[in-house]
């Protein structure tokens, strides 16, 4: 494997990436199989899904990942990728598999799916977004027509309208993002945007001059801000952005380099950085873009395989996830993920919050006489360690959120805490 590298250099005569450098490095996934999506609902809890019905999972925030064996998903010889994946908690899920297929529901972490009952005439599954586990959207087309969006309200599907999509079921709707309840955008294979200000019930599409290549990922940062990833198709520079909420488009030239790549995926942190994965337009390097997000300051890393998408498991701790099982992740997991997880299980944490202490409760069967218990800021940082008591004094802690880990028994279980 080639080294890492970090390359800052002069993108156009007008336009140059600086930001502090950044590093990433390589994890096994223990497969060859491209991985196509990643996504944590939780700071442990990790699902990734890749060609071939790959479907990896982890339980000890990315350092080991694991594959299942996914049960009641019916892949197709030639429908066999999952393409898109997320989870609104450690347990319940969704998934579109492809790249011409249907959707799937988890409830138990991956084991068992169930197809989902959409409205209308949504053949073709791919973008998805979810609020909670019975409010979303998902995207693709119909079986003779453009982009469609089938709405999930309250745990009941229906079919969003579509203003001015286009007849070709080729042009699907790839990716979906939303600012707030009411404010959304939808990208599509076909170049356009597609925008909604009801909660997605009715999508308009947004017509752009010049024309935009086949739209790959959208994001919003806020109400007025957003960036969308497209095909370079060798004569793309720089991510598109909007900075009227969606309304109107142009090259990004802050972010443009001379590596005409494809922007595959776009991802905002916990912490505010947004960043940009894919690949040069010769298909040599993989690229990961970062910004902190204040529209000007970009860097990228040249990396070793095509970026497919990007994740984050708390505020800072950013995953990628490309070709050939390609993980990297932006920096040394140590503390939090130093060492081999023993068998999780649920633990009650009370009063939560609090300010001076908390009692810790593991299931019954579980011998707690002899007890560690850590306590984690949420970048990682071990900030407190108790043996041997299930009620823990916190008094010295600065109000936030922490990450607390107690074991006993051989087995391991993981909750938030937060200090008043």
């Given at each position: 494997m080639k080294k890492i590298q970090l390359l800052l250099v002069f993108a156009l005569s007008f336009s140059t990436l600086q930001a502090?450098?950044?590093?990433?490095?390589?994890?096994?996934?223990?497969?060859?199989?491209?991985?196509?999506?990643?996504?944590?609902?939780?700071?442990?809890?990790?699902?990734?899904?890749?060609?071939?019905?790959?479907?990896?999972?982890?339980?000890?925030?990315?350092?080991?990942?694991?594959?299942?064996?996914?049960?009641?998903?019916?892949?197709?010889?030639?429908?066999?990728?999952?393409?898109?994946?997320?989870?609104?908690?450690?347990?319940?899920?969704?998934?579109?598999?492809?790249?011409?297929?249907?959707?799937?529901?988890?409830?138990?972490?991956?084991?068992?799916?169930?197809?989902?009952?959409?409205?209308?005439?949504?053949?073709?599954?791919?973008?998805l977004f979810f609020f909670d586990p019975d409010n979303g959207f998902i995207g693709g087309s119909g079986c003779f027509q453009g982009e469609l969006i089938s709405k999930l309200t309250a745990g009941i599907w229906s079919q969003a309208t579509m203003n001015s999509s286009t007849w070709d079921s080729q042009n699907m709707i790839v990716d979906i993002d939303f600012f707030n309840t009411?404010?959304?955008?939808?990208?599509?294979?076909?170049?356009?945007?597609?925008?909604?200000?009801?909660?997605?019930?009715?999508?308009?599409?947004?017509?752009?001059?010049?024309?935009?290549?086949?739209?790959?990922?959208?994001?919003?940062?806020?109400?007025?801000?957003?960036?969308?990833?497209?095909?370079?198709?060798?004569?793309?520079?720089?991510?598109?952005?909007?900075?009227?909420?969606?309304?109107?488009?142009?090259?990004d030239l802050n972010s443009a380099t001379f590596f005409y790549p494809d922007f595959l995926s776009l991802h905002q942190s916990g912490s505010g950085e947004i960043f940009s994965g894919g690949i040069s337009q010769g298909g040599i390097d993989g690229l990961i873009f970062n910004s902190p997000g204040d529209i000007i300051s970009w860097n990228f890393a040249v990396v070793d395989q095509q970026i497919n998408?990007?994740?984050?498991?708390?505020?800072?701790?950013?995953?990628?996830?490309?070709?050939?099982?390609?993980?990297?992740?932006?920096?040394?997991?140590?503390?939090?993920?130093?060492?081999?997880?023993?068998?999780?299980?649920?633990?009650?944490?009370?009063?939560?919050?609090?300010?001076?202490?908390?009692?810790?409760?593991?299931?019954?069967?579980?011998?707690?006489?002899?007890?560690?218990?850590k306590i984690y800021s949420l970048l990682g940082e071990l900030v407190q360690v108790e043996t041997n008591a299930t009620t823990i004094d916190i008094r010295k802690l600065a109000a936030g959120v922490y990450v607390i880990e107690a074991f006993a028994d051989g087995f391991v279980g993981r909750s938030k805490l937060v200090v008043e």
């Open positions: 502090q450098p950044q590093n990433w490095f390589q994890i096994s996934s223990g497969t060859t199989k491209n991985l196509n999506t990643i996504h944590f609902p939780s700071p442990w809890v990790g699902y990734i899904g890749g060609d071939d019905s790959l479907l990896l999972k982890t339980t000890d925030g990315g350092l080991t990942w694991n594959s299942m064996n996914p049960s009641g998903i019916n892949f197709l010889s030639w429908n066999a990728n999952i393409i898109n994946l997320q989870f609104l908690t450690d347990s319940i899920g969704y998934l579109t598999i492809g790249p011409y297929a249907t959707s799937y529901k988890t409830v138990d972490g991956g084991l068992h799916w169930t197809s989902n009952n959409l409205f209308g005439n949504n053949c073709y599954n791919h973008g009411q404010l959304g955008l939808a990208a599509s294979t076909s170049g356009l945007i597609f925008r909604t200000t009801d909660g997605g019930f009715t999508w308009d599409s947004i017509p752009s001059n010049p024309s935009m290549n086949p739209l790959t990922s959208v994001l919003m940062v806020n109400d007025t801000l957003a960036y969308a990833g497209y095909q370079s198709l060798s004569v793309g520079f720089g991510l598109y952005i909007s900075t009227d909420g969606g309304l109107t488009w142009a090259e998408s990007i994740s984050s498991n708390n505020d800072s701790t950013v995953f990628a996830v490309g070709d050939s099982g390609y993980i990297v992740v932006n920096k040394i997991l140590t503390g939090l993920l130093s060492h081999n997880a023993p068998q999780l299980v649920e633990i009650k944490i009370s009063p939560n919050p609090t300010n001076q202490y908390f009692r810790l409760e593991f299931p019954q069967h579980i011998n707690t006489s002899n007890i560690t218990t």
